[in-house]
């Protein structure tokens, strides 16, 4: 056996808070993420609470989910909301062009989402449709959400139930805008969202923005100094427009650029979108079950490559907005793997082994570490869509271990992120070399250093002692993910294949080692 390697956590230099964001959903009308997944109707015979089920409220409660993501991606650039308000039977069926041409009946709209959202305990992030739709049917559009009377779209809110205006945390401006989106340029997508970032209000008297000194922002336009002097409301609906496509940089040139230009009484945003997928060495087709070793490195090897896109653009966000005004939301991501047999291609279900919940880990590992820039990520998708959380099939529902990581990880959401140096070795398959071990570390809300260690070799233990200099740790207490194989998934017949354990370790002779088994995610609080 080796020598045990090291891990150094240092508690007296805290980094940036971990948004609790960071830990935010993604649920798009896409196959049967949103129907079946989260909406089975008022009839079912399934729980529901006013249509939605109560199986699936209830697992997300337990990971605490701080945002949601909705209606697209795609879809929203093609949503039309009033399709989705009033009573069901007048709702019109539209066709889901994006996703299979698939039936759209509508019945999941505005005031579900608002149920579900608050059913669960998350804030709403709300996509509009920047590509086909106008600004006015945006700007309608909150006013229905947050508008408060005698604003006639709050009357027709409370019309259809719901008197008090909701919140609306965060406003996507466009999803892909060289996508799906629409073909835009950067140029002319910085055009388009201006419009939207100036006219789409926030009504919420809660959210509403401070009243200004226009004495003050007179004088500013006289000298032609930048407003960033304007008051600031933390409760404020936050702007993110959209942005890059992986590695490409020139979205974020662009916008930066034009917000670095801004007159802050005009527009602005609070953050822009990324999108990164995760695809394996086969696009759309990797496959997501019995894969091999080479199969299981590769993934995680290019999940490693969310840091470097991340650091990329954050170079970039840097040139122009030093203090970091501006988020980077990482508001798609995850493995995109090879489609269940037997299913519609463009429904995107795939099975979910332990690699995927491992890589979700790394990739959580490396948003914490970039805190500072990057506050909001929302993992594609919540249910049966991509790297779900949950699957859903009829009265079944089965928790994959990307759901068991996020459970794990709730100590971390608004944790300080503390830094932590580690070497525990290589991990090798063929060409491609690893860390064997990936670390985080952070203080959280309850005062406790927490600790997250993932063994990503395949084949071996990894045995780290871990220390933090002034403190002397005499055990480490929490659990541990991990199953037979990497590429064990949890079906409907074995739901509990991958499922969390619990962990222990305690100092001997002045040291704390913890054996983390093999393709594992162990998180840990220490205690003296
Ligand atoms: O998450 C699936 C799709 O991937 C989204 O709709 C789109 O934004 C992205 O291309």
């Known amino acids: 056996s080796t020598a045990p390697g090291t891990l150094t956590i240092q508690a007296d230099k805290p980094g940036a808070v971990i948004n609790r964001d960071i830990f935010g959903q993604f649920a798009e009308h896409l196959g049967l993420g949103i129907y079946d997944g989260v909406w089975v109707g008022k009839g079912s015979k399934i729980p529901n609470v006013r249509g939605i089920r109560s199986d699936v409220v209830d697992a997300l409660k337990a990971i605490k989910v701080p945002v949601v993501r909705w209606p697209g991606g795609c879809f929203a650039d093609e949503y039309h909301w009033r399709d989705g308000i009033g009573p069901a039977a007048k709702r019109r069926t539209t066709v889901n062009a994006n996703w299979a041409n698939a039936v759209e009946p509508n019945s999941f709209g505005t005031d579900e989402f608002m149920d579900f959202a608050q059913q669960i305990g998350s804030e709403a992030y709300i996509s509009v449709n920047v590509g086909s739709g106008t600004v006015q049917e945006a700007s309608d559009w909150l006013d229905y959400m947050t508008g408060v009377a005698p604003s006639s779209a709050a009357g027709e809110r409370a019309a259809n139930g719901h008197k008090a205006p909701y919140k609306v945390k965060y406003l996507g401006l466009g999803n892909e805008m060289w996508g799906c989106g629409g073909p835009y340029t950067g140029e002319e997508y910085v055009t388009k969202m201006k419009i939207f970032a100036h006219f789409v209000h926030n009504q919420n008297p809660d959210q509403a923005p401070p009243k200004v000194d226009f004495a003050a922002i007179a004088k500013d336009l006289m000298t032609g100094k930048a407003m960033d002097s304007l008051p600031a409301n933390p409760n404020g609906m936050k702007r993110i427009a959209g942005g890059p496509n992986s590695a490409d940089p020139s ?93 519609e291609s463009l429904f995107l279900i795939q099975d979910s082994s332990l690699r995927d919940g491992i890589a979700a880990a790394m990739n959580l590992n490396i948003f914490s570490r970039h805190a500072d820039r990057v506050r909001m990520t929302n993992i594609a998708q919540m249910v049966n869509v991509l790297q779900a959380m949950i699957m859903t099939e009829g009265p079944k529902m089965v928790l994959t271990p990307t759901y068991h990581v996020y459970r794990m990880y709730v100590p971390f959401q608004d944790a300080t992120y503390l830094p932590v140096t580690f070497n525990a070795g290589e991990y090798k398959v063929g060409a491609i070399t690893l860390p064997k071990v990936d670390a985080l570390a952070a203080r959280g809300k309850d005062g406790k250093v927490w600790l997250s260690l993932v063994n990503l070799d395949a084949n071996n233990p990894a045995d780290v002692t871990a220390s933090i200099p002034g403190v002397a740790a005499s055990r480490a207490e929490g659990e541990v993910l991990t199953a037979a194989s990497f590429n064990t998934v949890n079906t409907f017949q074995a739901p509990a294949a991958v499922a969390p354990k619990p962990f222990r370790a305690v100092a001997q002779g002045g040291s704390l080692t913890l054996r983390l088994p093999p393709h594992s995610v162990t998180v840990v609080h220490l205690e003296p």
């Open 251 to 343: 979205y974020t040139e662009i916008i930066m650029k034009a917000w670095k230009a801004r007159s802050p009484i005009y527009w602005d945003i609070d953050g822009i979108s990324l999108h990164q997928y995760t695809w394996g060495s086969l696009p759309f087709n990797e496959p997501a079950t019995g894969f091999d070793e080479k199969s299981y490195a590769t993934v995680l090897m290019q999940t490693q490559w969310m840091d470097r896109t991340i650091t990329k653009h954050s170079e970039i966000m840097d040139k122009y907005d030093p203090k970091k005004h501006v988020a980077l939301v990482v508001d798609e991501w995850g493995v995109w793997l090879k489609p269940r047999a037997g299913t």
